[in-house]
């Protein structure tokens, strides 16, 4: 009987659980909640947001909801994505390889002519995360514009 190979979720595991928005030193133009945990019988890690932008008084209020899946992909050796919203966006990553502990970043393909997509987690001691969404236009798909940035705090 062969060994069993390892877990390539476990690196993950620092994104594990119930996560909270932080106001951060600006104005808040959005606050939001997301859970991340194992699903499938532990093959895949889930994760779902709602995210609610705030106007000032007076503007339009929206909403987000995501559902993204993190699943090994043995043939290429690695870990993908596949991120759906309540928007109609869907976008298939590829995990970069995590080089240092709490730290995973994700990148689309960006093939086709469409942007470049990068989501990156950094964990900032055990129950804080650093969240932060880049995007590359389709003729410099190496220069990343972050669109979206923000700490989470883990939640009881």
Do not use: N
Not at 84 to 99: K, L, Q
């Amino acid at each position: 009987v062969a060994p069993l190979a390892p877990d390539p979720l476990t690196p993950l595991a620092f994104l594990l659980g119930t996560w909270a928005s932080v106001d951060g030193p600006g104005p808040v133009r959005s606050r939001g909640t997301f859970t991340i945990r194992r699903d499938l019988g532990g093959h895949v890690l889930s994760r779902r947001d709602h995210v609610v932008s705030v106007g000032a008084p007076g503007e339009r209020c929206d909403t987000l909801d995501v559902a993204m899946t993190i699943f090994p992909d043995p043939a290429r050796r690695g870990l993908r994505a596949m991120h759906f919203d309540s928007e109609g966006h869907v976008i298939a990553y590829a995990a970069r390889p995590v080089t240092q502990p709490g730290v995973v970043q994700f990148v689309s393909s960006g093939a086709g002519g469409v942007p470049t997509f990068r989501l990156t987690y950094a964990a900032h001691g055990a129950d804080t995360l650093h969240v932060t969404f880049e995007m590359a236009r389709p003729d410099a798909p190496d220069r990343f514009t972050t669109y979206a940035e923000g700490d989470a705090q883990r939640q009881p």
